[in-house]
DNA sequence: CATGAATGAGGGTTCATTCAT
DNA sequence: CATGAATGAACCCTCATTCAT
């Protein structure tokens, strides 16, 4: 039988956060296994090697291979949603927000090769209707339709478009290497698709970039870290 | 030794007929399976009972999962290409000549949605290099770069920002419905990415298509023949 | 992270007999189908029947045919040579030694005819080089050399002439009948074959052998009980 | 129907000595895939592909791997045979007939180490009973008996120590090097064995032995040239 | 007889999931 | 809740054998 809950006994406390640095070392060590092996890959046995886990616990915190690339997939999404919010937030200008937030978007997969794979291989399969790209564009493009930065017609298919090109960006920094200014040209694309001339799209992927920084116990903080430590480990041998 | 071959023998040809038939048997069966369960599934099982033959037979003809869906791609790559050749090669401008040609491949997988699931779920899996984007839109792409059709500079990313959108253009007419005019609408998203004015794009893609036709005994009219079969079979229960 | 170790907690104890059980199991089992159908032959579906457990659980306990042999061989190599070592610990003499632990080996085999079958379809396969007769003789070749009871020039081939005698003495046990006298018989043409006169050899071989037993829980013990038990339930049908 | 045979039609003629050679062929290809992947592997596809016969045509001269086995095993025992019997049959003492016989024996087996691994694979499991040490050992060992070369007492169990003894030499010459003068050591002490003194054992085998010759169109023959023309071709790439 | 495709039985292996401890 | 052994379904693949041509 459970016990009474008692205001003052702080084991509630504990157990729940302990269970979410559990919850939260699954996922990442997901990641690391979808990006290596294709979302598609049955990964629970590696999971639960690279966690250090029991195969039987893994089933306290996801019940299938699905459940758990649910959780990565919302997981990354969210922080690097907030991570391009940090620095989006400021820009008034609706082309310069969509812009700067898709070139902040490849610039993360840049950072980190494994991210790139994920998504890569994730492909259509996660956000395929709730993501990034459908929930937070639409009310920027069409402010900038409004404001004639974007072409009206265009917007019907706009996310479809940056959908689709931003995914081969991901597949192209996964696999091979890609020119310095890929991720500025393939911008600059996308809003040409949405109406844009060259000259101004040009002008609103000029900007360096802010350096986009991840809370050190996040997800994308720690993968990087382990992906470095495993490298160095490998040269090790 | 083996007999001296005799021209009169017209055994090697059955034989060499027979073989030819069950390939394409085991390959029509895996398209459908692959559209079915995706690129990265398991398909012997299915595929051989798809097909009605033994598992021990499939081997006799692909050795692995991989096998079969490059033989798939392969297969389908060429009867497409092959189609929209049909329809493009009296098109001189370079830019009618593109525009036209990925209006027939959107058409060709709204013709048939399981080529559409079968080309969404292969994404960058299939003709990651050596395909129908990266082969022949190139040249025609330089041709109207010089014309002034295209911006030159645009040349560099716009096969990846092609393949990306048609990409997703395949999965929304995998999944889904769409409007009747969204291919043209999406080709015309391409062409602007490329640098070309609205209006422009509008009319390249205005003229009504031709029927694509594909030979009788081709896989794509075969695996449409069977997806009408199964439906209506399904309608019977 | 795993809990503290609590020395008050059984569960690891009475986890870890259970699997050392289910892998002794195995063993039994295996040894049973090996001598069966030869150590070549594939066993792990006959061997997961006889210890009547799942196929995969198996592969919880070995990774391959070859691996199972090691397992069966080491084992039963093991336990007689234990066996032995328990009659020939007191015996000083090096030639009576000899004499004796080979008159054992004999006698082992002939006491269970599965074992025999066993090791005569093992052959050189296990034991090759690291094995009772590479590593326990030589000594007491040597120091027999060195008292005069052995010829000095006849020990580089000794150990070779003694695996191959015993080895046609396993299979001649393991198949058809033997002379009761067939292993002192056999050890005096080693014993010759090591430079010994015919009356020493007799005289080596002359006193009665020991009861061999084995512990009521060793593989030996095991597989003779179920071999019988098997003939009695054959008897019934 | 067959045509009624007609002594002057060459046809039956020249048809059986094409099947006898397509045998030989198949029985040669089968020497080498036994020898590399031991007598109880699965050879019937490497064997029909190394002759370069089709797999049903492998059916028209044997029903199935162990028939195979034992046609091989015929065709070299009666080539050995018949080699080592060119050598000794003009040597009247039966002991240096014996001594003599052997060594050939393990000399035809050093000359191609293929035969050796084939020998030491099939170990007990062909000429069990009826083979060279089996049927024509006894008479010289009796004959020499008689002349009190060899202890009578011996007799019983010589032929299964020197076919122990035989097998595992084969063993080491199939894996591994042996000293030059492994095989004399060998056979002394089978000698040994059978009663004989050390320096009597040492005469015996003191003579150099003659080269033994095999026809051109021999299993022995054709084997060694072909593994020569492999190896030829493996240092080619 | 030669051929080689078709077959199906059999063996090897992995993995998601359950459950007693 | 953690553990890790047990399970059985599913998949992968090879091979002996048959048979139409």
Redesign the interface.
Known sequence: MPAAPNPNDHRPRVAAERRERMRKRLIESALIVFAEK?V??SVIPEVVAAAEVSQGSFYNYFRTNEDLLTAVSEELSNEMLQSIENVVATIADPGLRVATAIRCYLQLARNCRLVARFL?SA??RVGGEHSMVYDVLPPDLEEGAKLGQF?A??L???V??I???????M??MAHGRI?KD?PE??V???L????MS?ADAIELTAAPLPRLTAPAESLLARVQARSVAKAAKADDN
Chains 1, 2, 3, 4 share one sequence.
């Open positions: 294709g598609g890959a890569a492909g259509m072409d017609a265009a019907t298919v706009a479809d478009v959908k689709g090109t931003v995914l081969v960006a597949y192209r020119a890929y040209q393939m600059q694309a996308m040409r698709s949405l109406g060259t």
